[in-house]
């Protein structure tokens, strides 16, 4: 299967979607009311297990595949985002399914004894029986209803069109399917039509990348210390979304979007310290999602080679209206991390 990246919301982590997480899926898929939008009944374990299989055996573009949604530990839902296999193009179509809540009862998917009906709960063996392999569900966690899959959902997509820079991601949604409609409203899909897909009628929806004036391309770093640069410039920015883009002996680059960084150690470089107080750059100045991000980021910073600048004054060391960490790391780089300005009412 094609690798993708770790994507993390606020209670959410997005993951690759592995072997050994089948039996978690299934549990997600054992309500009907789950699969009950789409063409194959995925309460079906036999059925189930086909879709996963479809999925580990994807090879598509770097960066897309299919993710398991995790909420404290637990699998809770899948999510996708790959070339749509019913729009013409090959456009990048999106998708997410958060399980919906199960009751006590039987699980058909662990038992292969004759006794078990389709429906859950008929069953002829006491829990625990040692002949049989079927295993009794507790009650679940209540998930839906709490704004997970919106979460999810959210994080994929500005994973597709900031990470990846793609220019549109399609979803498309069944014209029954109230809860995933409404959701793709809140994230901004646009609705184009309707049509036949995946054996019922669907509502067609895309959510375009904004648009991007000419500006940065890229900036390339020379460091003595590759590795170094890694551990501290590299984490930082993958916390605030950047993705490794290429890596080759000397260097290596992170992308967001169209923009991307690089750092390397070229056998041309001078010997010598980088001081940024000399001619040349001074410092980085990256967005961060938010003011909580920039905290986040300045408690994690020590553990990642970081030290805080001009601690008397932080978070407003650019000025009060100015939310942002100055960081310095141990080869004299500095990144300036900055908060979203508050957008203020004004008064009618």
């Not at 790959?82 to 013409?88: F, G, T």
């Not at 009794?136 to 979460?151: C, F």
């Not at 990642?304 to 209206?321: D, R, V, Y």
Request: aromatic letters at 6%; a negative charge; charged letters at 20%.
């Amino acid at each position: 299967m094609t690798s993708v990246p770790e994507l993390r919301g606020a209670r959410v982590r997005l993951r690759g979607l592995r072997a050994e997480d089948t039996d978690a899926v299934l549990r997600v898929f054992a309500n009907p009311e789950t699969s009950r939008h789409f063409d194959a009944d995925l309460a079906d374990p036999e059925q189930a297990r086909a879709m996963l299989g479809r999925g580990l055996a994807y090879r598509g573009p770097a960066g897309t595949g299919h993710w398991v949604i995790e909420f404290d530990g637990t699998v809770v839902g899948i999510a996708y985002l790959r070339p749509s296999e019913e729009l013409p193009g090959g456009v990048a179509e999106i998708g997410w399914y958060l399980g919906s809540d199960s009751k006590s009862g039987y699980s058909p998917m662990a038992c292969g004894c004759p006794q078990i009906s389709p429906a859950v709960g008929s069953h002829d063996h006491p829990p625990g029986d040692p002949v049989c392999r079927l295993v009794h569900n507790p009650p679940q966690p209540r998930h839906s209803g709490r704004g997970l899959a919106t979460e999810a959902a959210a994080v994929l997509l500005e994973y597709g069109l900031h990470a990846l820079g793609l220019p549109a991601v399609w979803a498309l949604i069944h014209e029954d399917n109230t809860a995933s409609l409404a959701l793709a409203d809140r994230l901004g899909f646009a609705d184009i039509g309707s049509g036949a897909h995946y054996g019922g009628t669907h509502r067609v929806r895309v959510a375009l990348a904004p648009a991007r004036p000419a500006g940065l391309h890229h900036v390339e770093l020379w460091v003595a210390d590759l590795p170094a640069t890694e551990r501290s410039l590299g984490w930082l920015l993958g916390e605030l979304g950047w993705r490794e883009n290429t890596r080759w002996r000397d260097g290596v680059s992170w992308r967001l979007g169209d923009v991307y960084i690089v750092a390397e150690c070229s056998p041309a470089i001078i010997p010598g310290e980088h001081e940024r107080r000399r001619p040349g750059l001074n410092h980085l100045a990256l967005h961060a999602r938010s003011r909580a991000d920039v905290d986040s980021l300045v408690s994690a910073a020590p553990d990642h080679g970081w030290s805080l600048m001009f601690a008397e004054l932080h978070p407003h060391a650019g000025g009060p209206e100015h939310y942002a960490a100055f960081l310095e790391d141990e080869q004299g780089f500095e990144v300036e991390v900055v908060a979203p300005p508050v957008r203020r009412r004004v008064s009618a």
